[in-house]
Nanobody
Framework: VQLVESGGGLVQPGGSLRLSCAAS????????MSWYRQAPGKERELVAG????????NYADSVKGRFTISRDNAKNTVTLQMNSLKPDDTAMYYC????????????WGKGTLVTVSS
């Protein structure tokens, strides 16, 4: 099982980044996918989630209207489009896969770093 995040980097406030997570080794369409983040000295928090067949999405209040999560079950990828980035968005971003029926089965990527700074 692998979840490999990409797309992080340094961006100025107000800018955009697009994170991607490539999944392999499991039946992607059976898993809800989420993006979490963890800033230095803070707990990991849920940023956005999408159901297994993309029927529903959910977002942290802090990113609503700025971030969009999407998935492509044919390509086994999940994407987080981040717009209007703020310094508070600076964090390590992690991809998570949780089985749609057995919630205790879940996988994590190693993360990609997003830094928002001028």
């Amino acid at each position: 099982v692998q979840l490999v995040e990409s797309g992080g980097g340094l961006v100025q406030p107000g800018g955009s980044l697009r994170l991607s997570c490539a999944a392999s080794g499991f039946t992607f369409s059976m898993y809800a996918m989420s993006w979490y983040r963890q800033a230095p000295g803070k707990e990991r928090e849920l940023v956005a989630g999408i159901s297994s067949y993309a029927g529903s999405t959910n977002y942290a209040d802090s990113v609503k209207g700025r971030f969009t999560i999407s998935r492509d079950n044919a390509k086994n990828t999940v994407t987080l489009q981040m717009n209007s980035l703020k310094p508070d968005d600076t964090a390590m971003y992690y991809c998570n896969a949780k089985h749609r029926n057995v919630g205790t089965i879940n996988y994590w990527g190693k993360g990609t770093l997003v830094t928002v700074s001028s």
